[in-house]
């Protein structure tokens, strides 16, 4: 669809319509095609195309407040009342974002192994560290390797190489087949039309945001898993100081990609009551 300002901005339906849809916001690397990964089947999805990635055209200057305005306008066209949010990995950000300027249109979001602001980049470690810690070299390996990784193909040999290097532990073999074929559609989607989005990512991330975690005024679900070397737990303590109404539940998992792809249910079902956000058995981290 076209944006008031003639942007293009891409949008996946999928499931049944009848109930307030999840709107989904892809990690680092993703696209609207990510959902397929994972997600249950009967849940009614709208899933975005972030700036840059698939087919949504760049922001003129990275913002995510504007890309907050950017999901408001889409919901507006597609005739979407009210909506639940879930931002996953390196989409959290722009959850938080949509959250903040949807107000009242939102009835709960979910923030699934979510990067966390600027200063949680900087020491937590993993690998996101990298946004923070060598971006130029970070932007240079992506220009390089976006190319490669629009053939499918190369980017399932990426992702079945990333996963095991990174120790991901998938419920069996099949299902990492499973995951990594889907992802690898994803990401060759992502970088379909270059690294423009991935670049957002690193600019916008790593450096202090143009929201303000505490303007988010509805119940927020931090799930974390305990050893994450993507995204490190200490991300989540982040979120559980920053926002009003959020609950951080941290869940004994390694791994990344493996942990989200377990939560999938999980996140569907919290979506749906979002009362029981207030009763979550939380950890430590929970101010």
């Given at each position: 669809?076209?944006?008031?300002?003639?942007?293009?901005?891409?949008?996946?339906?999928?499931?049944?319509p009848g109930?307030?849809?999840?709107?989904?916001?892809?990690?680092?690397?993703?696209?609207?095609?990510?959902?397929?990964?994972?997600?249950?089947?009967?849940?009614?999805?709208?899933?975005?195309?972030?700036?840059?990635?698939?087919?949504?055209?760049?922001?003129?200057?990275?913002?995510?407040?504007?890309?907050?305005?950017?999901?408001?306008?889409?919901?507006?066209?597609?005739?979407?009342?009210?909506?639940?949010?879930?931002?996953?990995?390196?989409?959290?950000?722009?959850?938080?974002?949509?959250?903040?300027?949807?107000?009242?249109?939102?009835?709960?979001?979910?923030?699934?192994?979510?990067?966390?602001?600027?200063?949680?980049?900087?020491?937590?470690?993993?690998?996101?560290?990298?946004?923070?810690?060598?971006?130029?070299?970070?932007?240079?390996?992506?220009?390089?390797?976006?190319?490669?990784?629009?053939?499918?193909?190369?980017?399932?040999?990426?992702?079945?190489?990333?996963?095991?290097?990174?120790?991901?532990?998938?419920?069996?073999?099949?299902?990492?087949?499973?995951?990594?074929?889907?992802?690898?559609?994803?990401?060759?989607?992502?970088?379909?039309?270059?690294?423009?989005?991935?670049?957002?990512?690193?600019?916008?991330?790593?450096r202090p945001?143009?929201?303000?975690?505490?303007?988010?005024?509805?119940?927020?679900?931090?799930?974390?898993?305990?050893?994450?070397?993507?995204?490190?737990?200490?991300?989540?303590?982040?979120?559980?100081?920053?926002?009003?109404?959020?609950r951080v539940?941290?869940?004994?998992?390694?791994?990344?990609?493996?942990?989200?792809?377990?939560?999938?249910?999980?996140?569907?079902?919290?979506?749906?009551?979002?009362?029981?956000?207030?009763?979550?058995?939380?950890?430590?981290?929970?101010?």
């Amino acid at each position: 669809m076209r944006l008031p300002d003639g942007r293009r901005l891409t949008v996946a339906r999928y499931g049944p319509p009848g109930r307030p849809p999840i709107v989904y916001m892809h990690g680092f690397l993703g696209s609207r095609l990510e959902p397929c990964a994972a997600l249950p089947a009967d849940a009614h999805v709208l899933a975005v195309d972030r700036p840059g990635y698939g087919g949504t055209d760049p922001q003129p200057a990275p913002s995510l407040r504007a890309f907050g305005a950017d999901v408001a306008a889409a919901l507006d066209r597609l005739g979407a009342g009210e909506v639940t949010l879930v931002g996953i990995s390196a989409g959290a950000p722009y959850a938080l974002a949509a959250g903040i300027v949807l107000g009242a249109r939102v009835r709960a979001c979910v923030l699934a192994a979510g990067v966390a602001g600027p200063d949680a980049v900087e020491t937590a470690g993993g690998a996101v560290r990298l946004f923070r810690r060598r971006p130029q070299a970070l932007r240079r390996l992506l220009r390089m390797a976006a190319p490669a990784l629009r053939d499918e193909r190369v980017a399932r040999t990426f992702l079945a190489l990333a996963t095991r290097l990174a120790h991901e532990r998938f419920a069996s073999a099949a299902e990492r087949r499973r995951v990594v074929r889907a992802l690898s559609s994803s990401v060759a989607e992502a970088v379909r039309t270059g690294p423009a989005g991935a670049l957002a990512d690193i600019d916008l991330i790593g450096r202090p945001w143009d929201v303000d975690p505490g303007e988010l005024r509805v119940p927020c679900l931090v799930l974390h898993g305990t050893d994450d070397p993507v995204v490190p737990a200490a991300h989540a303590e982040w979120y559980g100081t920053h926002l009003p109404q959020g609950r951080v539940e941290l869940v004994a998992a390694r791994g990344h990609i493996a942990f989200l792809v377990g939560q999938a249910r999980r996140i569907v079902a919290a979506l749906g009551h979002p009362a029981t956000f207030e009763r979550v058995q939380t950890h430590q981290y929970n101010p």
